[in-house]
């Protein structure tokens, strides 16, 4: 039995599969969180949160990172941990130097720093050669502006330190760029209390479709599990409408996208002890790294993979966080892919109606998720804002898509906000 630290979640679906994974794998774990509430409010009414499965539950400020170090030594010391891990991205730079003050499996603290700031990605990356958009980097509105007109419209703008497609916006002009400074200005602090980096990416649009690369490191090994492809919606945002798990593409445009995903993680130095999500977008001059992610995917994506080859992505990233060899056997499960729609709220209101109908009952759907009546919603402008999701199976091949926007298109025939 070992003994993990986790470093606070997600309040989402990771926050349940990783203890679940813990649990299973016959380890525990103790959870480190700055406000244990945060969780508690997220568990259904008249469940424990698994979380609290915890052998410990210690508060601490893990927003202070060199208050937290000694804190750290001092239960290592106690406690025994054997590895450490998160499922937040707000804390993956915490985690990464965590387990190189303690000495536990882990990429170097840098490594992940440069993953997670999408600037750094960006440099990182275009040291190591890797082709990949025009941009810049500016804080003041004079730099900002200039950069925009040298890059183009119409063009990308992003937050650095942020994540769910939170305020990145596509602009078509410099009015629109001015708007989108201006929002990403007046949210200075993350939701978990982080102040952020006071400045923008400015990025060249890519055209072209979007997939992601699930990937597992281990011992100095990238290993490749596969591609999910992904729907985009909500412009100018751009919000996860859906997946589908294996994406519908030639071996060409599979194998292109790997070997890029492995070119990043490889530049990054994420080769051991990370399971990675590497978002790619397929343009007519070849594969260009969107952005790289440290941890499994979210999305419900971790699922899909499960559904269709068995692998548990979850177990997998307490194995590498240990140092262990995980398990990446593929099993026939009888399906040959899956996919998950998100039901993306098209107006603010109150949810007065959302039925689910016979959906439950379908054999090739998965999983059926809707949000309650009387949920307050806010029009969508990021991945933090769905109203639920359906996820469904095809036996046969890359027909889940196909059912799982059919199933969504029942359910929207039955939403009510007012």
């Known amino acids: 039995m070992a003994h993990l630290l986790v470093v606070e979640s997600w309040v989402g679906s990771m926050s349940r599969l990783l203890p679940r994974a813990i649990r299973e794998s ?82 170097s603290p840098e490594a992940v720093e440069n993953a997670c700031r999408k600037d750094a990605t960006r440099r990182v990356l275009a040291d190591a050669g890797l082709p990949g958009p025009r941009f810049a980097v500016h804080q003041e509105w004079a730099g900002i502006a200039g950069a925009a007109r040298e890059i183009g419209y119409p063009l990308v703008v992003k937050p650095i330190d942020l994540c769910a497609g939170m305020y990145v916006r596509r602009v078509d002009d410099e009015a629109q760029l001015a708007a989108a400074v201006r929002a990403l200005a007046d949210f200075p602090v993350n939701a978990r209390g982080q102040r952020r980096a006071p400045v923008v990416l400015l990025e060249e649009m890519l055209n072209g479709p979007e997939v992601s690369v699930e990937a597992v490191s281990h011992a ?94 979850a177990a997998a990233f307490v194995d590498v966080a240990l140092g262990r060899a995980p398990d990446l056997r593929r099993t026939d499960t009888g399906l040959r892919s899956a996919a998950i729609g998100f039901l993306v709220p098209p107006t603010a209101g109150t949810l007065e109606s959302l039925e689910d109908g016979p959906l439950r009952d379908a054999p090739d759907v998965l999983e059926v998720q809707l949000s309650p009546p009387g949920k307050q919603v806010k029009a969508a402008g990021s991945n933090n804002e769905y109203l639920g999701h359906v996820m469904a199976g095809d036996p046969e091949g890359t027909g889940a898509r196909d059912r799982v926007e059919a199933l969504l298109a029942e359910v929207r025939s039955g939403l009510v906000i007012r």
């Open 26 to 107: 016959g380890h525990e774990f103790t959870f480190l969180t700055r406000d244990l509430h945060h969780y508690l409010r997220s568990a259904p009414e008249g469940t424990a949160h698994p979380l609290l499965a915890a052998r410990h539950v210690i508060t601490a400020d893990t927003n202070d990172t060199a208050a937290l170090l000694p804190l750290v030594e001092r239960l290592h010391a106690v406690l025994g941990f054997d590895g450490v891990v998160t499922s937040c991205d707000y804390y993956l730079p915490t985690v990464g130097r965590i387990a190189g003050h303690l000495g536990l499996t882990g990429p």
């Open 220 to 313: 100095g090994a990238v290993h490749v599990v596969g591609v999910t492809d992904k729907s985009i919606g909500g412009a100018p945002a751009f919000i996860e409408t859906g997946h589908m798990f294996p994406a519908a593409l030639t071996a060409a445009g599979t194998e292109a996208a790997e070997q890029t995903a492995l070119a990043a993680l490889t530049a990054l130095g994420l080769t051991d002890g990370v399971v990675a999500h590497t978002e790619i977008k397929l343009t007519s001059d070849g594969p260009r790294v969107v952005e790289v992610n440290p941890r499994p995917a979210g999305n419900r994506i971790t699922e899909l993979i499960r559904h269709v080859t068995g692998i548990d992505l």
